[in-house]
């Protein structure tokens, strides 16, 4: 009996068969396999039948003691089945950590990514080994396809560089008094801007908790696109009401377009609607704000909310792009889905009036007829512009040019 080896000893010195005792051993014997013998040595003669009585509790087998030179081998045996399938990783270190630079991207937390997450996979990551009965919690989003785009870690670093304060990076007291005309025209792009955001930063919140988080890089960086977004929402609205103006109003159109954005439920379309095509669109009327707004501070909220949108469409064109590569069937579902939203956004047959007249005003100067005039024609520019970029990024996902003609045509009228 007593020459059984052994796989894991545990040196337990005086200790008195106790809580913190059964505690030791209560751990040791979760991470054992099922017939592996663990020895406890001690130096006490006798702690036998508070062994043999917490072993048959558990399940498992007392072999006996054997006496060693001035202590004790007491010895168990496992028989019940392993709690965990897998052993943990251990002599690990991530690269970057000498250097005090450690990335995302350097994590090595298994040795691949899987195509489906594992079932057992709950509010844990890769290279966490689960307990056995670790409750199933399905989620939805557990299949690679559906939410990986591969800079996603890039990505995620480079958001947390580019942080920005939206109270202390911002000069508010250097912002001058403008012409009331003016003033009103950039509280109602403000207005509208806030609005876009509001999309922007719920949607991805209703997915988020979706992902299975073996997939731990992407609702990482969907938690930091949504503090992008929260915080655009908050350098609007305090660009609305700092100059002696406030907010405006808000169009049917703008609020049924955003909803049609809200209301798809599957990832990949909605994907493809908010950073292919809506924040793609935005980030060109963001393009032309930074070019027209009439004050330094605001055109530095327009570029830096701007820098990031350009993070956020680079997620979602790769994530796309990934996608129509698994299945190029999607490229199918992902025109249905441009031409629903269309049919959606056709009881409404106009444009953002608002928006569009304020769009001319801070384009052409003023609201005088020929500024007027000219900033109109710049607005109409805009829209070529919005179209012909939208129909590039439809081509980089993987679509052929009629197509991607086809689809850009039937884009919101809203810009998002």
């Known amino acids: 009996m007593y020459s059984l080896n052994h796989s894991i000893s545990i040196p337990i010195g005086n200790m008195p068969p106790s809580k913190e005792l059964f505690l030791k051993l209560e751990n040791a014997f979760l991470i054992a396999n099922t017939h592996e013998i663990i020895e406890i040595v001690s130096l006490k003669p006798n702690i036998e039948i508070e062994l043999r009585g917490w072993a048959k509790l558990r399940g ?18 496992k028989i019940n089945k392993n709690s965990f399938t897998n052993k943990s990783s251990w ?5 970057g950590i000498d250097s005090s630079n450690p990335k995302l991207k350097d994590l090595e937390l298994s040795d691949e990514i899987l195509k489906k997450a594992p079932d057992s996979n709950g509010l844990m990551t890769r290279g966490i080994e689960p307990q056995d009965g670790t409750p199933f919690y399905g989620f939805e989003l557990s299949f690679k ?61 209703k997915f988020i908790s979706k992902i299975n988080p073996y997939y731990m890089e992407v609702p990482l960086f969907l938690s930091s696109l949504m503090n992008d977004e929260a915080r655009h929402i908050e350098v609007f609205t305090k660009r609305a009401n700092a100059n002696g103006g406030g907010f405006q109003y808000s169009s049917e159109v703008t609020q049924r377009s955003l909803y049609s954005l809200f ?78 939203r269309k049919e959606f956004m056709d009881e409404v047959s106009s444009e953002s009036s608002m928006v569009l007249e304020s769009l001319a005003i801070l384009a052409g100067g003023s609201d005088s007829a020929l500024d007027y ?44």
């Not at 498992?60 to 003691?65: A, E, F, M, T």
């Not at 920005?164 to 025209?185: F, H, R």
């Open 373 to 416: 005039k000219r900033g109109f024609d710049l607005v109409e520019e805009l829209k070529a512009t919005m179209n012909t970029n939208r129909i590039k990024r439809l081509i980089d996902i993987g679509m052929d040019e009629e197509l991607a003609n086809d689809i850009s045509s039937v884009h919101t009228p809203n810009f998002m």
């Open 145 to 205: 396809e559906q939410v990986w785009s591969e800079p996603v870690s890039v990505l995620y670093e480079e958001g947390k560089h580019a942080q920005w304060n939206a109270t202390s990076d911002i000069a508010w007291n250097e912002i001058p008094t403008l012409d009331p005309i003016i003033e009103k025209a950039v509280c109602q792009i403000m207005t509208y801007l806030v609005e876009n955001e509001f999309s922007a930063l719920y949607i991805p919140g």
């Open 91 to 95: 002599g690990k270190k991530m690269k």
């Open 263 to 340: 209301k798809e439920d599957d990832y990949i379309k909605s994907s493809f609607l908010l950073h292919v095509m809506g924040e793609g669109t935005f980030i060109d009327l963001l393009s032309f704000l930074e070019k027209h707004m009439p004050d330094e501070t605001t055109r530095k909220i327009i570029k830096l909310s701007k820098r990031d949108e350009i993070r956020h469409v680079a997620y979602g064109m790769e994530h796309v792009r990934s996608a129509i590569q698994q299945n190029p069937k999607r490229i199918n579902a992902l025109k249905n889905t441009a031409y629903r």
């Open 60 to 77: 498992h087998l007392y072999l006996g003691r054997e006496t060693l030179k001035e202590q004790y081998s007491y010895k168990i045996q």
